[in-house]
């Protein structure tokens, strides 16, 4: 064997180009290896997979209370997480049983298959309404947002997800595997039959044709999220009384458009563009001008002189929009002048939206967060108060997912944020399985993982609201709903009981920035609901055991929305 090395090393010291060859031919074997791993999609999991839930009972659901303990040791530890593709390509590609888009006649049976996506469309109106087939030109879209494709998996949900996540009012589909997005539509209508093609994703619907969209009109698109190119929509509202102090500097443009103002209260570096007819008028939310008293849209339906398809205000009615300026105003975070002996909890359940009650409060108060654990993702995020031990007294609040009496008891007063489980059991199993703002795969939610999941964390969502009801010390209560829905009012609450001056302002400010980091997208969300009967009759006596603790310590109970499922 000795040998046979040295004839070797004599072999490649009189040829050290094969040396290199040797090894070149080494890293292309690697790379073909790596790039053919990458392509393989995920496994395909039975649907008929076992459930662990199936053999619940009716009576097993006061059982599960007080089961799950979680004291402060209780960490996760990090899951091997499956590398996940994304909807598929973002650029078109054609298989071999795409049809050529050059061919315009008979596809056989037209009628019958746009009759049949009809039927579905009628299925769809409770998030969208079907408005039609339109024409649409590669030069000129009917619908001129946003856009991605998917020839292998599309459907009419994922279309419509895509476009109201980003605000639009309509969203098409063409060519069976297109979604395009917008707020207006510039073409003509035209017969049914001409959108002929069956959704690549789903072969029961339609999504257009060649050159053709099927265009909903989405019911449920959140005006405050509606944009106009990189603008926001903040809505219609009435002329504030001092409108000078309100909106300080102003530019009167003849054909005036969307586009210019938004263009013209960017170039002076405000994150308000307000349209008044002729007027353009640029500021900041504050208490002068708090938008917060919407108007009817109608009120400011007054077309403007350079764009005919767009609302520009009129002179007592302005039309609002939030450009890309970033509000500085509540932008400034630091540690605590002096360390406080005084330990205040941010206390929820897991995707109860902690992270983002956190963000919330950071920019409201100016101070820094800490926390129970230590997350180095959230510390490189802008979370610097995450390093910091809980007990080091230099911030302003800590957050825990903790529960039980001596966890509870080290804290001398608590912000108890309650979420609706079925939200929130789903938001921390996609952190679970896909990160902060990532999503668990489908093999994950059809397999095993989910039904273990809901057994072992749903009876925890309700043990730990009781657990800080009984245990802590000063809890205000706060539902993750109501933040969203009020966050000026719901907020004021929580800055006032961290013992920070409340500035009226910062919390404007807050309102323009409130996202933050860590909002997931809503083009992964599932197309189907994950609970079974079963899960769902637990989970409704755990809300009513949560809602009747809520009611006997004189607190509003669980919000309206909770209820049915």
Not at 19 to 38: E, K
Not at 238 to 250: E, F, G, I
């Amino acid at each position: 064997m000795a040998k046979l090395l040295v004839k070797f090393q004599r072999y490649f010291r009189r040829k050290p180009v094969r040396v290199f060859t040797l090894i070149a031919l080494y890293l292309t074997a690697g790379s073909l290896v790596f790039l053919h791993s990458g392509f393989v999609g995920e496994p395909t999991i039975s649907e008929n997979e076992p459930n662990p839930m199936d053999s619940t009972g009716e009576g097993t659901a006061f059982q599960y209370l007080g089961v799950v303990q979680l004291g402060r040791g209780f960490k996760e530890t990090p899951e091997a997480r499956h590398a996940v593709r994304r909807y598929g390509p973002w650029f078109k590609s054609v298989s071999k049983d795409t049809p050529e888009r050059s061919k315009m006649g008979d596809y056989g049976g037209a009628w019958s298959r746009a009759l049949k996506g009809r039927k579905v469309h009628e299925k769809e109106e409770d998030r969208a309404k079907y408005i039609g087939c339109y024409v649409d030109n590669t030069r000129r879209r009917a619908l001129r947002g946003v856009s991605f494709f998917d020839y292998k998996k599309m459907t009419v949900f994922r279309c419509q997800d895509n476009c109201a996540e980003r605000g639009y009012l309509y969203a098409g589909l063409e060519f069976g595997a297109e979604c395009y997005c917008g707020h207006k539509i510039q073409a003509l209508n035209v017969s049914e039959s001409e959108c002929n093609m069956e959704c690549k994703g789903e072969k029961s619907n339609i999504c257009g044709g060649v050159n053709r969209l099927s265009i909903y009109r989405l019911e449920l698109a959140q005006e405050s999220a509606r944009r106009y190119g990189s603008a926001i929509f903040r809505g219609c509202f009435h002329r504030p009384d001092n409108v000078s102090l309100a909106l300080p500097v102003t530019g009167v443009m003849l054909n005036m458009s969307v586009d210019k103002c938004v263009d013209f209260c960017t170039g002076k570096e405000y994150p308000l563009a307000a349209l008044g007819g002729a007027a353009c008028r640029c500021g900041f939310p504050t208490t002068l001008f708090t938008l917060h008293e919407r108007e009817d849209e109608p009120l400011c339906a007054q077309k403007c002189g350079g764009e005919e398809f767009e609302s520009c205000g009129t002179a007592e009615y302005f039309i609002l929009y939030q450009t890309q300026v970033q509000d500085n105003r509540c932008m400034d975070r630091r540690f605590l002048p002096a360390r406080s002996k005084h330990f205040i909890a941010l206390a929820s359940f897991p995707g109860a939206g902690n992270t983002w009650a956190r963000h919330l409060i950071e920019l409201a108060t100016g101070f820094y967060t800490g926390s129970y654990y230590f997350d180095g993702s959230l510390y490189n995020k802008g979370f610097k108060g995450e390093r910091d031990h809980w007990r080091s007294g230099r911030t302003i609040c800590i957050k825990t997912h903790e529960s039980g009496q001596k966890e509870i008891e080290a804290f001398d007063s608590a912000i108890l944020l309650i979420r609706n489980p079925y939200k929130a059991l789903m938001a921390e199993f996609n952190r679970k399985y896909g990160g902060h703002i990532g999503f668990a795969s489908h093999a994950h939610w059809k397999g095993k993982e989910w039904p273990e999941f809901v057994k072992n964390y749903a009876p925890w969502w309700a043990t730990h609201t009781l657990d800080w009801l009984k245990y802590g010390k000063n809890v205000l209560v706060v539902h993750f709903e109501d933040l969203k829905r009020d966050l000026f009012v719901q907020l004021k609450r929580m800055v006032s009981l961290l013992g920070t001056r409340v500035f009226e302002d910062r919390l404007l400010c807050v309102e323009g920035q409130k996202d933050g980091n860590f909002k997931r997208s809503g083009l992964r969300k599932l197309e189907y609901d994950p609970y079974t009967p079963e899960m769902r009759k637990t989970i409704s006596t755990y809300i009513k055991t949560v809602d009747m603790a809520l009611k006997l310590r004189n607190l509003t109970g669980v919000p309206d929305d909770y209820y049915p499922r």
